[in-house]
Nanobody, 125 residues
Framework: QVQLAESGGGLVQAGGSLRLSCATS????????MGWFRQAPGKEREFVAA????????DYLTSVKGRFTISRGYARNTVSIEMNRLRPEDTAVYYC??????????????????WGQGTQVTVAS
């Protein structure tokens, strides 16, 4: 059974940092492109960042580029996102996701087959 479990969310002041991690089981994350998405109250889920199965390519939402960094963790089946200079508009539930389509580093929700339950990130102004 495939499971993705996010951790590391919490409350932080604007300008602060958080590191979210996604631990996978039931699949080998290095066989999958991995993505982070977020969903704020009343808004649609949106793409935040993605990393290719090899780690050789990354993609970011424009508004987080230069502030967020996605990476594959030292543990084989973890993917993390380091979030710096956080803003109140970054407040959302953050989800990690896995896609077996290794040809496309996708931003579309439909590309990803597996999802975690999400972790809340709240940035206070």
């Amino acid at each position: 059974q495939v499971q993705l479990a996010e951790s590391g969310g919490g409350l932080v002041q604007a300008g602060g940092s958080l590191r979210l991690s996604c631990a996978t089981s039931g699949l080998t994350s290095t066989d999958y492109n991995m993505g982070w998405f977020r969903q704020a109250p009343g808004k649609e889920r949106e793409f935040v960042a993605a990393i290719s199965w090899s780690g050789g390519a990354t993609d970011y939402l424009t508004s987080v580029k230069g502030r967020f960094t996605i990476s594959r963790g030292y543990a084989r089946n973890t993917v993390s996102i380091e979030m710096n200079r956080l803003r109140p508009e970054d407040t959302a539930v953050y989800y990690c996701a896995a896609s077996s389509n290794r040809r496309v580093l996708g931003r579309l929700i439909s590309v990803y087959e597996y999802w975690g339950q999400g972790t809340q990130v709240t940035v206070a102004s």
